[in-house]
């Protein structure tokens, strides 16, 4: 049986117990809503699927007190793939129910090319699977592709990705024959932002915002539990808002973008221009900022201030209980936290100043696997 064949509630009760549980029945039902006989219908069906399972220290009941046998997910039944892509490499994560990672591999791709990296995709989860001691696709649930730019997850197209300049590529057609297991790919940002509202720093909340910088700067929305692509699919494309008051042209053709003066390929061209050398790289930007050259320190500080000001805007329209700051760019965050909060106190309006924000640097395989935890969305919780 598959989750498909479940009650309708099934999803809902597998979805909190992977969020919140392990839990008792009593508090699967104040989680949920559902009535104490629908709970035990769908969990006694869940469990003589394998999907979850009885077991575990006993919890308190807060209604008497009495000590209650607790339900939690069996997270060995179903394995997922998750499989970030770069412009230079493919960050590959197996990952179990839970999101636990049980191998990860990183390859790099010697070309762009889109059957190249199709082929490069279905060679390395067939080396995940080795890793992981599984043979053949059967215990393997689904794969997910995590790609920065513009993603229809519905229609399993990257529209546009201008790091690997793709133009409308059915990349989980491609990738699903490739591999000859049911593919989804979504923007990598908006993936992390899954994987943090199931399992990391957004659990719990019904309102949050992920803001990624690094080689471009995007943000993941979740407004009312729910990650949001809007009705273009470009939600949360924080990067290209003006907000820089510079004339420097950004990737998309605009000026004054914030990815124009804060993202890792900004911030290493500004101070070249302010050393004159044309060799610098981020590592040696970041060095002559810590070692106080102060036109180097500069670019650091309109970066934090250009960052700030769109802190302030996710902060001032959605009204999120919390900004996640992530992405390779935090590695340099103490160069340009300061001027990051100063511009956020200074434009986030009224109460929208007391938004919790939390730095939690994540290295790629963190994104990969929200590769794998969008797959198992899929199956557990399919979109509407």
Excluded at 22 to 43: F, H, M, N, Q, Y
Excluded at 48 to 67: F, L, S
Excluded at 135 to 153: E, F, K, P, W
Excluded at 192 to 212: M, N, R, Y
């Amino acid at each position: 049986m598959t989750l498909a064949d479940q009650p309708p509630a099934a999803a809902l009760v597998l979805q909190t117990l992977l969020q919140h549980g392990p839990l008792s029945r009593a508090e699967i039902g104040r989680r949920t809503g559902l009535t104490a006989g629908a709970v035990t219908k769908v969990a006694t069906s869940l469990m003589a699927d394998g999907w979850i399972t009885e077991g575990g220290r006993p919890v308190t009941e807060r209604t008497n007190g009495r000590p209650a046998t607790p339900v939690e997910v069996r997270p060995e039944r179903a394995l997922f793939a998750g499989v970030k892509v770069t412009g230079e490499e493919l960050i590959g994560v197996l990952a179990d129910l839970t999101a636990r990672p049980l191998a990860s591999r990183r390859v790099r791709l010697d070309s762009r090319d889109v059957g190249t990296v199709v082929l490069a995709i279905a060679r390395l989860v067939d080396e995940l699977r080795t890793a992981a001691h599984l043979a053949g696709t059967a215990d393997l649930h689904g794969v997910g592709v995590t790609i920065s730019g513009d993603v229809d997850s519905q229609l399993g197209t990257v529209q546009y990705s201008p790091f690997l300049n793709w133009r409308r590529v059915p990349l989980a057609q491609l990738v699903e024959t490739a591999t000859g297991t049911p593919t989804v790919i979504e923007n990598d940002v908006r993936a992390l932002t899954v994987a943090e509202q199931w399992f990391g720093a957004g659990v719990g909340l019904s309102i949050f915002a992920l803001v990624t910088v690094g080689a471009g700067i995007g943000a993941g929305l979740c407004v009312a539990g729910r990650v949001v692509s809007g009705a273009h699919g470009v939600a949360g494309e924080v990067g290209h808002l003006p907000v820089s008051g510079t004339d420097r042209v950004c990737t998309c053709g605009n000026t004054g973008c914030v990815e124009a003066v804060a993202s890792t390929h900004a911030i290493v061209e500004q101070a070249r221009q302010a050393t004159g050398d044309a060799e610098l790289t981020m590592d040696g930007a970041i060095r002559l900022a810590h070692t106080g050259d102060p036109a180097v320190r500069a670019v650091f500080a309109r970066a934090g201030h250009a960052v700030g000001l769109a802190l302030a805007c996710v902060a001032n329209l959605i009204g999120p209980e919390r900004i996640i700051i992530s992405g390779e760019g935090v590695a340099s965050y103490d160069l340009f936290a300061d001027h990051i909060r100063q511009a956020f106190v200074d434009h986030a309006f009224g109460a929208a100043v007391d938004c919790d924000l939390v730095v939690r640097p994540l290295p790629f395989e963190e994104w990969a696997r929200g590769g794998a935890v969008v797959a198992a969305q899929r199956v557990f919780a399919p979109a509407k």
